[in-house]
């Protein structure tokens, strides 16, 4: 199962920051926050993922709690494009195999013009 | 920017036939994924390959499935004998050998009906 919690629906306006909240409480030490999106029915794509720093990439931003009991994923300025599903994933990062992805449902983004 | 392919979009097939699904992973990537995604369900994770063998496998992966990298691009996922509930939409996904990320590249998917 997954071990992430997120709400199942958010709507944010065109070029507002939309923040995208997850709450990882039982995360280990060893496991990282990845995000992902899933534009309708395509492939889902890599967005960020973190351990305990904050990250940003050109993509977004991610913001993790000290305790890294939950996080915040950041898209700056939201376009319509961004209308998707986002998933907060935890996963052990692997040294010598790899590991699956679990996905849970995600949020679905929803920007407004 | 290189990117995971899989071919065909879209495949039409009836219960009990057998169907090979194909992905071309990013060219220097070493780790092969298939997923798969059930209309309005859950991401489900079905298997992973690496160094020609398989690495982890799901409950979904039973005997019916197989994973096989038949030359040095393509990674192929065969369904021997499709069922109804086999409909869904199938993920290739790759990853690099690097020790600070192994993020998840992702194709565009094969949409499978089994009617």
């Known amino acids: 199962d997954a071990k992430t919690t997120q709400p199942p629906s958010m709507d944010c306006a065109e070029g507002r920051a939309a923040n995208l909240p997850c709450n990882h409480s039982?995360?280990?030490?060893?496991?990282?926050v990845y995000w992902y999106r899933q534009i309708h029915s395509q492939g889902p794509q890599y967005i960020i993922h973190g351990l305990k720093n904050n990250e940003t990439n050109e993509m977004a931003s991610l913001i993790i709690t000290e305790d890294r009991k939950s996080s915040t994923l950041i898209l700056p300025h939201a376009t319509l494009r961004d209308t998707a599903v986002y998933y907060c994933i935890v996963r052990v990062l692997p040294m010598d195999s790899n590991y699956q992805l679990i996905w849970g449902a995600g949020t679905k983004l929803i920007i407004k013009p | 920017e290189p990117e995971v392919t899989q071919t065909p979009s879209h495949q039409v097939t009836q219960m009990g036939q057998e169907v090979i699904l194909r992905c071309v992973p990013i060219?220097?990537?070493?780790?092969f994924y298939w997923y798969r995604q059930i209309l309005g369900q859950k991401v489900e994770f079905l298997v992973s390959f690496y160094n020609n063998e398989i690495s982890e496998k799901s409950e979904i992966f039973d005997d019916q499935f197989s994973v096989e990298r038949p030359d040095g691009s393509n990674f192929t996922l065969k369904i021997r004998s499709t069922k109804l509930e086999d409909s869904a939409m199938y993920f290739c996904?790759?990853?690099?050998?690097?020790?600070?990320?192994?993020?998840?590249?992702f194709g565009p998917g094969t949409r499978l009906t089994v009617t």
């Open positions: 996904a790759s990853s690099a050998l690097a020790v600070s990320s192994y993020e998840q590249y």
């Open positions: 060219s220097n990537h070493l780790y």
């Open positions: 039982t995360i280990s030490g060893n496991e990282y």
